[in-house]
């Protein structure tokens, strides 16, 4: 099944203790994406990924961090995250990036940071 | 810069009721226009798109038009079901911009 997978789907943490949250998709798709979302915001972006071992930030990328070293994959680190951060993330992929395409969503993480 | 304008909600209706959800937008280029459904403690699925203006997105019941002159894309569906319950988010993608501008969302609750 095509699918985007997100791992952990729920996370409470504490203010400064590093985490990464992992994306991985199963079709091939050239471009990935981070974003987050917050009531009454919608969704935002963090960060994307053209290729392996292209990155660049979106709209909101302070306090983020990504890697793309293999295809599937597209972590997003917090390396001292702060109560600010608390949000439901979103990993989304698509084959090229392009305008046109569809994106396709991971099921989120919901974060906490106390 | 690119910019999503959705109806406020939440919206509740009556089951078999017609919807519809007003999305306009602001694009710098000639962007392509989706719909999104967010069911409860799920990610986001596409349920419809345009690519050019006059084109129609179709999916589930639910339609919506690429229109360049009002630079809209409002939701509609004939009759809505307690399974349409979600929150609906109209984006855009901006040729050259690498990424979707989403509105804030729309709750929409159908009653039985």
């Known amino acids: 099944e095509a699918q985007v997978t997100q791992n952990p789907r729920y996370l409470i943490t504490v203010t400064g203790k590093k985490l990464t949250v992992t994306c991985s998709q199963n079709?091939?798709?050239?471009?990935m994406s981070w974003y987050r979302q917050d009531p009454g915001l919608g969704l935002r972006q963090i960060y994307y990924s053209m290729n392996v071992e292209v990155t660049d930030k979106g709209d909101v990328p302070e306090g983020y961090k990504v890697s793309r070293k293999e295809k599937r994959n597209f972590p997003l680190i917090l390396e001292s995250p702060s109560p600010n951060q608390t949000s439901l993330y979103f990993c989304?992929?698509?084959?090229?990036?392009?305008?046109?395409?569809?994106?396709?969503f991971g099921p989120g993480t919901r974060l906490t940071v106390l | 810069g690119d910019s999503v304008t959705q109806m406020e909600g939440p919206v509740t209706l009556s089951e078999e009721a017609f919807l519809t959800i007003n999305c306009t937008y602001t694009a710098t280029g000639y962007p392509s226009l989706f719909w999104y459904v967010q069911y409860p403690g799920e990610g986001l699925q596409l349920l419809l798109k345009?690519?050019?203006?006059?084109d129609k997105g179709s999916n589930k019941g639910f339609e919506a038009t690429y229109r360049k002159e009002t630079t809209s894309f409002h939701l509609e569906k004939g009759s809505v079901q307690v399974s349409d319950s979600a929150v609906y988010f109209c984006?855009?993608?901006?040729?050259?911009?690498?990424?979707?501008?989403f509105g804030t969302g729309t709750r929409l609750t159908i009653i039985p």
């Open positions: 345009a690519t050019k203006a006059d």
């Open positions: 079709m091939n798709h050239e471009y």
């Open positions: 984006a855009l993608n901006d040729f050259g911009n690498e990424k979707l501008t």
């Open positions: 989304a992929s698509s084959s090229s990036g392009q305008a046109t395409d569809t994106q396709y």
